[in-house]
């Protein structure tokens, strides 16, 4: 029969190999529990999900098998040097988002420094725990569990969770196990970084290729000017954007911008202060320029407090060059929603501005040309002037009464060029008629009519093989038709005649009722008016001439002998005061 001491025996052996057991099927089931765990962290792997939604799902699971309050995942900004959170999850998730750490601070920063993971039991006495943030959204953190999360050695950010459900404390099991899951979120953050990477630049590649295209598309430098700003507003997503080109001969510089979400037009703000502000600076170095915070720059504290009234917040500036030679600047103003700019995006505004640059420079040739050529023709136009009976500056005339027309008919910025040089042009046809007709002072003979009537004809066959006057042509062919459709050369009738014709026509009819010449002397504005209203519906478009009435209402249509006997007005009046001031003082002086 078994003593006592082997019973006590017995039962100790019995217990211990009950507890043994026990921590065997705890084991086994954590190990169980660890395979399913990872199978679920596996499907998150191959998932085909955006990257935030996919970290979102993640960050869930993770809270929910590690029965959790609440759980962050912040990722480090490779600009601002700064934890982000990228996912918040718990009761004050919206509360947390505004925060950004530096590294070393806090919990997420040291671990971040660091790059060794914690646990804290008792976060309240714990020497490195921010206890602001927690007192600011008003959520106590008991304990704290955190892991980095690194890539080739190197954090990229760090996963952390906040208090133990049902009051209990972090074990080493979890802290292992965080690890192991930091290393499958780590390879999930890194695969869609790569992904976003690739998609930000095939879509960045699209649209410059897209830029590329529209600012080949003209050659007119104000109309380029739009589309490069407008386009680097688009592609960077701000607020507002300038092209500033310096003008050599005026020692100033020419800006042009988009109007301000706000509605605010800065161009004028930005002149006033052009030589201290960001502008000046590129075109003085070369060099391309980021500034996150305007408003504190120590490098332009002096331009900062005259323009802040349109709160300039960030900017990226990039110099137009070509050919090794600075023609100008570029400037993105303010990232919408309230971000700053990053290195990336100012390297995006420099490809842009290598294409427009280019775009620019091929611009002011095409001017330059255009003036040269324009110059030339006019340089003709003179010439031809000169032979007929027309005096002193028809063309100039013509050019100013049809420019009035066409600002009162609302027409746009190329019709308005295209009826300017058809103005100048209109009588080129006029080089094929004999000088002795142009030059006869008295009546025409029906003949000489008839030959007259002939330059509208020459003038279009003399522009039409020249390709770039080829729009111009229905201005110079029809500015003799008439409304009713008895004009020449074609008897065209009401709108077959092109507006350019019908304009340059009443604008030249306003211009011969009005001019001295040798045989006659010129009407009075008022009385030429009511003679072309008389002949509104049927020599000329009423539109037109309503447009012409106007025009001369509003000032934008002075006759040469009104300016002069202005002038001689103005002179008589500042004579008559000289005298009387000589009078006022003799009177004192006695």
């Known amino acids: 029969m078994p003593d006592k001491n082997n019973i006590a025996k017995l039962r100790k052996d019995n217990k211990d190999l009950l507890k043994k057991n026990s921590a065997l099927l705890r084991l086994v089931s954590a190990q169980e529990d660890g395979l399913s765990f990872y199978k679920s962290i596996n499907k998150f792997a191959s998932c085909t999900a955006k990257n935030d939604k996919l970290l979102d799902s993640l960050m869930k699971f993770i809270i929910a098998s590690l029965k959790v309050e609440a759980g962050s995942l912040l990722l480090l900004n490779s600009y601002t040097g700064l934890l982000e959170f990228k996912v918040a999850k718990g009761s004050k998730s919206e509360a947390v988002k505004k925060y950004k750490f530096a590294l070393g601070e806090g919990i997420a920063g040291y671990v971040a420094q660091t790059g060794q993971a914690l646990l804290v039991a008792n976060a309240s006495k714990n020497r490195i725990f921010k206890r602001s943030a927690s007192k600011d959204i008003k959520y106590p953190v008991r304990n704290v569990l955190c892991v980095p999360l690194k890539i080739n050695r190197k954090v990229i950010g760090v996963i952390e969770l906040l208090n133990k459900m049902h009051k209990k404390k972090f074990t080493k099991e979890d802290l292992e196990l965080l690890k192991s899951i930091a290393v499958q979120v780590c390879l999930l953050v890194h695969n869609s970084r790569l992904v976003e990477e690739s998609e930000r630049k095939i879509k960045e590649h699209s649209n410059l290729t897209a830029v590329s295209a529209m600012l080949n598309s003209t050659l007119d430098l104000d109309d380029l000017l739009n589309k490069i700003i407008r386009a680097a507003a688009k592609l960077l997503c701000a607020e507002t954007s300038v092209v500033v080109l310096p ?191 142009l030059q006869k002072p008295g009546k025409l003979t029906n003949v000489e009519y008839e030959e007259i009537k002939k330059h509208p004809q020459l003038g279009a066959d003399i522009m039409k093989p020249i390709k770039q006057f080829k729009h111009v042509i229905p201005g110079i062919l029809h500015h003799q038709e008439r409304w009713d459709g008895k004009g020449y050369p074609s008897g065209l009738k009401n709108t077959k005649i092109s507006i350019d014709g019908r304009v340059i026509g009443v604008a030249d009819t306003f211009d011969a009722m009005t001019s001295d010449r040798a045989y006659q002397k010129g009407l009075p504005k008022d009385v030429a008016l009511e003679e072309i209203k008389k002949c509104s519906g049927t020599q000329f478009d009423p539109k037109v001439v309503a447009a012409l009435i106007a025009a001369c209402a509003k000032g934008k249509i002075r006759l040469e002998k009104e300016d002069k006997t202005m002038l001689d007005k103005n002179n008589y009046n500042r004579s008559a005061l000289r005298k009387s001031n000589f009078r006022l003082n003799k009177k004192s002086r006695k």
């Open 247 to 437: 003008d050599r001969e005026k020692q100033d510089f020419y800006f042009k911008s988009t109007k301000a979400k706000s509605n605010k037009n800065i161009t004028n703000t930005l002149k006033n202060k052009a030589s201290e502000i960001i502008a000046d600076r590129v075109l003085r170095n070369g060099q391309s320029l980021l500034v996150s915070d305007f408003s504190s720059d120590l490098r332009f504290k002096s331009g900062a407090k005259e323009i802040i009234n349109f709160q300039i917040k960030s900017v990226i500036a990039a110099p137009l060059r070509v050919k090794n030679k600075i023609i100008g600047v570029v400037e993105v103003i303010n990232k919408s929603k309230g971000k700053t700019f990053l290195p990336y995006e100012l390297e995006l505004l420099e490809a842009l501005a290598e294409q427009s640059a280019v775009a620019i420079d091929n611009a002011f040739v095409h001017k330059e040309f255009q003036e040269f050529f324009l110059n030339t023709i006019t340089a003709l136009a003179r010439a031809i002037e000169s032979k007929s009976a027309a005096t002193g500056t028809h063309i100039d005339r013509i050019d100013n009464y049809s420019m009035a027309i066409a600002e009162e008919l609302s027409l746009n910025a190329e019709e308005k060029k295209r009826i300017r040089w058809a103005a100048l042009f209109h009588d080129i046809g006029k080089i094929g008629i004999k000088e002795s007709i």
